[in-house]
């Protein structure tokens, strides 16, 4: 079952990649689905830790797992975006934390998992590591578009 989900991640990941808005949707549904579900429905409540300091904020960018997954979301929430304007990369770095928000009250709802303020931060950092990702590619892209310059008016 766990394999079938998997799969259905992979591929609603791949077509919201190319803007597909409901793949998008179901892929969140899904992501937050995991978390139930992986308890069998079971739910367990905890408190969610709140505790805050600088030295717990540098701890939590070891959470190497969350700084990538969430770079992956911050792609996957930009290519819903039609444009790379400033603020629709706002609104990108918007989406991903509340995504991240989301998910760390699915870990305290079902128990699995901690459920931790601090795991915010590298929540941002992939946001943030997603959004280079994104502006390089789009610079990739610009830079090997075809030119639409017909040659006249080069030097001969």
Not at 57 to 80: D, G, K, M, W
Not at 104 to 133: F, N, S
């Amino acid at each position: 079952m766990l394999l079938l989900a998997f799969l259905a991640h992979v591929v609603l990941g791949l077509l919201a990649l190319r803007g597909v808005r409901w793949a998008y949707v179901a892929f969140i549904v899904l992501a937050l689905l995991y978390f139930p579900a992986k308890v069998g429905f079971r739910l367990s409540p905890h408190a969610c830790e709140l505790s805050f300091s600088p030295s717990l904020a540098a701890f939590s960018l070891t959470n190497y797992p969350h700084i990538v997954l969430f770079a992956v979301f911050f792609v996957l929430t930009s290519a819903q975006f039609r444009t790379a304007t400033p603020s629709a990369f706002v609104w990108a770095v918007l989406v991903t934390l509340t995504m991240g928000a989301l998910v760390e009250m699915a870990e305290g709802i079902t128990g699995r998992g901690h459920c931790r303020l601090r795991d915010l931060i590298p929540d941002l950092a992939g946001a943030l590591l997603g959004a280079v990702v994104v502006m390089l590619w789009k610079r990739a892209r610009g830079a090997f578009a075809p030119s639409t310059d017909t040659g006249g008016s080069r030097l001969r």
